[in-house]
């Protein structure tokens, strides 16, 4: 049987975590609340990435490494739950084919219906994410560009993507990240709801807290630190006006394996004419779960 590890390793690229380093992509402009998601049941990762397959390359082969990775997770998550805080931290070459990446790109877009195919993916992620116990801190993200001139002292923003900052100030200073050289803008932020994804994360020494998307902030102050060209400025997450992400419902507690959930047919017959096979998905180890009926496949969901 392959070792996990080294089947990971063909996948991963482990030079740069570039999404410690793309606050430059933030939006100016307010962005429709993120919601929407929250309407589906939990499902398990396997399935709740259906719908996003066709945009990597070999998912279902990532999906599975993150589980197995995951199956004796802390903060009393799930297994699936944890998989889909590792597999969102994994950093594949090019960037552009991480699921962090692509996520976040559609987060910042003002077109909310490209969230869409990610609804069943969001749902287990951010339960995940809500069900960690909540960061108050100082943490720390950067950029190589001086983006001083984008946050004036006592502008507000809110920040759209899932923003990865550590409390380590050394982890940015690394050559990888920010280095200690060159243009650069430093964000210290006052965060009161960041998540601690250390446990789960596929690169534990990081020390990842994560801003949720939406999180509302204020700028307290800038200063240019010496003739290097590092900018420092200095955040607060404020309380919002208005929920820019709802949050996932946690009605259930538990989520079914895929080995778990059986295809039962629905007794009545499908309307003439209509090509289409009726079916409904069921786990009888969950009273609480709904039946959903479906009609040719998954797709039905969305």
């Not at 502008?155 to 690394?174: F, H």
């Amino acid at each position: 049987m392959h070792n996990v590890s080294w089947l990971l390793s063909i996948v991963l690229d482990m030079e740069t975590n570039l999404r410690f380093l793309d606050v430059a992509d933030e939006p100016i402009q307010t962005l429709f609340p993120v919601e929407g998601y929250q309407e589906l049941p939990l499902m398990p990762l396997e399935m709740a990435v259906e719908q996003i397959l066709h945009l990597f390359k070999n998912l279902p082969a990532k999906v599975w490494a993150a589980k197995d990775r995951c199956k004796n997770p802390l903060n009393s998550l799930t297994q699936d739950e944890s998989a889909a805080i590792h597999l969102y931290t994994v950093e594949l070459h090019p960037t552009e084919r991480s699921l962090y990446f692509q996520l976040n790109q559609i987060l910042r877009s003002e077109d909310r219906r490209k969230l869409k195919p990610w609804f069943g993916y969001l749902k287990l992620f951010l339960t995940a994410l809500f069900k960690l116990p909540s960061i108050k801190s100082t943490v720390w993200r950067g950029v190589k560009a001086n983006l001083s001139h984008k946050y004036p002292k006592g502008s507000k923003c809110i920040w759209w993507g899932i923003s990865s900052c550590t409390d380590s100030i050394g982890v940015l200073e690394q050559e990888q990240f920010l280095g200690q050289t060159g243009t650069r803008t430093l964000f210290s932020i006052e965060c009161h709801s960041g998540k601690d994804i250390k446990s789960h994360s596929y690169y534990q020494t990081e020390n990842e807290i994560l801003l949720l998307p939406g999180t509302y902030l204020q700028v307290i102050d800038q200063l240019k630190a010496g003739s290097d060209g590092l900018f420092i400025i200095h955040m607060k997450e404020i309380s919002p006006p208005h929920a820019f992400l709802e949050p996932p419902s946690t009605e259930y507690e538990g989520i079914p394996s895929v080995n778990s959930l059986y295809l039962h047919e629905k007794p009545e017959t499908p309307e003439k004419g209509k090509n289409s096979s009726l079916f409904k998905i069921r786990d009888d180890r969950f009273d609480k779960l709904p039946v959903i009926y479906c009609i040719g496949n998954l797709s039905s969901l969305y």
